[in-house]
C-alpha cells in the first residue's frame, strides 16, 4: 500500500511541475494570449487569471489534486480557452484516478482480506485450543476415575472398563472418535513397560495427550515426538528384556 502513496504522489508532484512551466508560472511556454471561444481578445488581467490554476507549485499541487478526485472546478476556465488542456486532463485523470486508485483499492481490499483471514484462523486456533482444553479436562477426569489402584496407569483391564459403562462408552466416542474396535489399538499405541513392571499400561500423560491429539493430521512434529519417545524406551525395553545398552552392544561386536 505504501508504494501507491507514494506513485500517486510522485505523479502528482511531477505534473504539477509540468503544469507550472507549461501553462503557468510568469512565462507559459505553451500557452499564449489570444481569443477565448466567443472571438473577444482576452486582457492581460483575465489571461493572468486563466492561468493562475497553475501559477505556482502548491496551487498547482491543490487543483490537480482536485482533478484526482473528480473535481475539476479549479482548472474548468483553462480547460475552456485552451482546447489542448482537455486532453491532458482527460489523460491525467485517467491515470491517476482511474488507474492508481484502481490499484490502491485493489492492495486495500487484499490487505483487508488477509487481516480478515489471519483474524479468522486465530480465532478457530483459539476455539480449538479451548476445545481441547474442555477435552483434556474431561480426559483427565475419565482416567482418574478408571484408574482403580491409583497408580497413575492404566492397565489393559482397567483401559478396557471403559466399555463397561455405557455412558463413558458414549463420552469416550465423543471426545476420541474412537470406538470400541479400537481399542486394542489404541493401547497398544499408547501403552509402555515402565521400569519394574512387567506388563505394559498406559500412563496418565499418555492417555490424557494422545487420545487429545488422536484426530490431529500427521505433522513433522509429531513424527519427532514419536522419535523421540521411542528413543526414551529403548533403555527401557532392553532392560526389561535383559539386554545390554545399546553402546555396550556396539562396543562388543567391535571387540
Given at each position: 500500500?505504501?508504494?501507491?502513496?507514494?506513485?500517486?504522489?510522485?505523479?502528482?508532484?511531477?505534473?504539477?511541475?509540468?503544469?507550472?512551466?507549461?501553462?503557468?508560472?510568469?512565462?507559459?511556454?505553451?500557452?499564449?494570449?489570444?481569443?477565448?471561444?466567443?472571438?473577444?481578445?482576452?486582457?492581460?488581467?483575465?489571461?493572468?487569471?486563466?492561468?493562475?490554476?497553475?501559477?505556482?507549485?502548491?496551487?498547482?499541487?491543490?487543483?490537480?489534486?482536485?482533478?484526482?478526485?473528480?473535481?475539476?472546478?479549479?482548472?474548468?476556465?483553462?480547460?475552456?480557452?485552451?482546447?489542448?488542456?482537455k486532453w491532458t486532463i482527460m489523460c491525467f485523470t485517467i491515470v491517476s484516478n482511474w488507474a492508481i486508485f484502481s490499484i490502491l483499492t485493489?492492495?486495500?481490499?487484499?490487505?483487508?482480506?488477509?487481516?480478515?483471514?489471519?483474524?479468522?484462523?486465530?480465532?478457530?486456533?483459539?476455539?480449538?485450543?479451548?476445545?481441547?482444553?474442555?477435552?483434556?479436562?474431561?480426559?483427565?477426569?475419565?482416567?482418574?476415575?478408571?484408574?482403580?489402584?491409583?497408580?497413575?496407569?492404566?492397565?489393559?483391564?482397567?483401559?478396557?472398563?471403559?466399555?463397561?459403562?455405557?455412558?463413558?462408552?458414549?463420552?469416550?466416542?465423543?471426545?476420541?472418535?474412537?470406538?470400541?474396535?479400537?481399542?486394542?489399538e489404541i493401547f497398544e499405541a499408547l501403552s509402555t513397560i515402565e521400569l519394574g513392571q512387567q506388563v505394559k499400561s498406559i500412563s496418565r500423560?499418555?492417555?490424557?495427550?494422545?487420545?487429545?491429539?488422536?484426530?490431529?493430521?500427521?505433522?513433522?512434529?509429531?513424527?519427532?515426538?514419536?522419535?523421540?519417545?521411542?528413543?526414551?524406551?529403548?533403555?527401557?525395553?532392553?532392560?526389561?528384556?535383559?539386554?545390554?545398552?545399546?553402546?555396550?552392544?556396539?562396543?562388543?561386536?567391535?571387540?
Open positions: 500500500m505504501g508504494w501507491v502513496m507514494g506513485l500517486s504522489t510522485s505523479l502528482l508532484y511531477l505534473v504539477s511541475l509540468l503544469a507550472v512551466k507549461l501553462a503557468g508560472g510568469q512565462r507559459p511556454i505553451l500557452i499564449s494570449q489570444h481569443a477565448d471561444q466567443d472571438g473577444n481578445m482576452v486582457t492581460p488581467e483575465k489571461f493572468r487569471e486563466l492561468i493562475s490554476c497553475f501559477g505556482n507549485l502548491p496551487d498547482a499541487i491543490y487543483n490537480l489534486f482536485k482533478v484526482m478526485n473528480a473535481d475539476t472546478s479549479g482548472v474548468d476556465n483553462l480547460v475552456f480557452y485552451e482546447p489542448w488542456v485493489a492492495v486495500v481490499s487484499e490487505n483487508m482480506a488477509k487481516v480478515t483471514t489471519e483474524h479468522e484462523q486465530e480465532l478457530e486456533a483459539e476455539e480449538e485450543e479451548i476445545k481441547r482444553q474442555k477435552i483434556r479436562v474431561k480426559l483427565t477426569k475419565m482416567f482418574e476415575h478408571l484408574d482403580i489402584d491409583k497408580s497413575d496407569h492404566l492397565t489393559r483391564n482397567e483401559f478396557m472398563m471403559i466399555w463397561d459403562d455405557e455412558s463413558r462408552e458414549q463420552e469416550f466416542e465423543e471426545l476420541t472418535g474412537r470406538t470400541k474396535e479400537d481399542a486394542n500423560d499418555a492417555f490424557i495427550e494422545g487420545l487429545n491429539t488422536e484426530g490431529n493430521p500427521l505433522t513433522l512434529r509429531s513424527i519427532m515426538r514419536l522419535e523421540k519417545r521411542v528413543a526414551e524406551l529403548e533403555p527401557q525395553l532392553r532392560k526389561a528384556l535383559g539386554k545390554p545398552p545399546e553402546r555396550q552392544a556396539s562396543q562388543a561386536s567391535f571387540r
